[in-house]
């Protein structure tokens, strides 16, 4: 994933109205005035389904990862509230660092897992939550930003 695309997803929409972008908003608002700006910072790397078995490559959060969490289900409840698709997975707090395209080397991927040194970046500040659409391209996703709702100031 490119620095500048990395992101922590709330929750994924799929396809949406225009009508519904507006609801999702007009919640992420809602969401987003009970919410103080937070720090969060990252820890532990890893991969869905398994490191043995990587597609999905990624980071945990370790400070600010109960405020994550906590936004994530009050965005959950209240997009079923509007009558959008219910995750059916549970909630999983990550930065995504990229996806395995293709089983080719594998092994060594999984060796390079297994042994890598990470430190994470520093600590950061979140002042906002951001709505964007995702676009599918062979290069890869092109995200554009629908709506920046800034959380609470401190």
């Given at each position: ?28 608002r809602?969401v ?45 409840q ?6 959008l ?64 709702i800034?959380?609470t100031?401190?």
């Amino acid at each position: 994933v490119e620095p500048e695309h990395l992101h922590v997803t709330l929750k994924f929409l799929d396809e949406i109205t225009e009508e519904q972008r507006g609801r999702v908003e007009a919640l992420l608002r809602q969401v987003a005035g009970g919410e103080p700006a937070f720090t969060l910072a990252m820890e532990g790397a890893g991969a869905f389904p398994s490191v043995n078995a990587p597609r999905v490559l990624w980071v945990g959060l370790r400070q600010g990862r109960e405020t994550v969490v906590r936004i994530a289900q009050a965005i959950e409840q209240e997009c079923q509230a509007i009558g959008l698709r219910r995750e059916e997975r549970p909630f999983s707090a990550h930065v995504t660092l990229g996806r395995v395209r293709s089983p080719k080397r594998q092994d060594e991927l999984v060796k390079r897992l297994q042994t890598a040194a990470w430190e994470p970046p520093d600590p950061f500040q979140v002042t906002a939550l951001t709505l964007y659409r995702s676009d599918l391209h062979p290069s890869g996703p092109r995200y554009t930003v629908l709506a920046e709702i800034p959380l609470t100031p401190r």
